[in-house]
T-cell receptor, first 116, second 115 residues
Framework: AQKVTQAQTEISVVEKEDVTLDCVYETRDTTYYLFWYKQPPSGELVFLIR??????QNEISGRYSWNFQKSTSSFNFTITASQVVDSAVYFC?????????????FGTGTRLTVIP | DAGVIQSPRHEVTEMGQEVTLRCKPISGHNSLFWYRQTMMRGLELLIYFNNNVPIDDSGMPEDRFSAKMPNASFSTLKIQPSEPRDSAVYFC?????????????FGPGTRLLVL
């Protein structure tokens, strides 16, 4: 079973629109960590955020915000006033403390295209 | 500070040839990871090291793949002999400690094409 599900394969928005990328995770651990990474067309993976399972406070960083809801096992990512430079594939990932392995389980990614 | 460094950035080789990918982790990081990214399988962990010691190599696909970390600042991933199905982007990542909660920082990747 997929530990991380990103149901949106591709999203296109017009510049300045807001967009939310969904991430649903599955784990039995009580302690776990969630991450978002950005992969722009150049190919590198850029770390965006890490959140632990005990911190449900939403986070805002500039135009980026994250909504963590344990009740729905979701960790959604919103970009406000999108820009062309936001075009990339975005990956959500899960790390489980009790698994014993230092393994990041990645979702399949959401390709965001921002149209000028 | 320099990030994770990988070389080469692109590699084109013929089936049967040996391929060696190289990685220099972020200075001071104790854990190093090798991932493979393909369209079919997404991002997969191949192996990871903690303090230069291989901890989990269960993701290494076959005996044709081997990885070493002779010191804290260098690791190699070798494929011998290479096959067309090995074509992928190979990422190296490092983190400060060998624990799941640490953030992994990725290198730019090596795009491998085996003809």
């Amino acid at each position: 079973a997929q530990k991380v599900t990103q149901a949106q394969t591709e999203i296109s928005v017009v510049e300045k629109e807001d967009v939310t990328l969904d991430c649903v995770y599955e784990t039995r651990d009580t302690t776990y960590y969630l991450f978002w990474y950005k992969q722009p067309p150049s190919g590198e993976l850029v770390f965006l955020i890490r959140r632990n399972s005990f911190d449900e406070q939403n986070e805002i960083s500039g135009r980026y915000s994250w909504n963590f809801q344990k009740s729905t096992s979701s960790f959604n990512f919103t970009i406000t006033a999108s820009q062309v430079v936001d075009s990339a594939v975005y990956f959500c990932a899960l790390s489980e403390l009790q698994t014993g392995a230092n393994n990041l389980f990645f979702g399949t990614g959401t390709r965001l295209t921002v149209i000028p | 500070d320099a990030g994770v460094i990988q070389s080469p950035r692109h590699e084109v080789t013929e089936m049967g040839q040996e391929v060696t990918l190289r990685c220099k982790p972020i200075s001071g990081h104790n854990s190093l990871f090798w991932y493979r990214q393909t369209m079919m399988r997404g991002l997969e962990l191949l192996i990871y090291f903690n303090n230069n010691v291989p901890i989990d190599d269960s993701g290494m696909p076959e005996d044709r793949f081997s990885a070493k970390m002779p010191n804290a600042s260098f690791s190699t991933l070798k494929i011998q002999p290479s096959e067309p199905r090995d074509s992928a982007v190979y990422f190296c990542a490092s983190s400060e400690e060998g624990t799941p909660h640490e953030t992994q920082y990725f290198g730019p990747g090596t795009r491998l094409l085996v003809l």
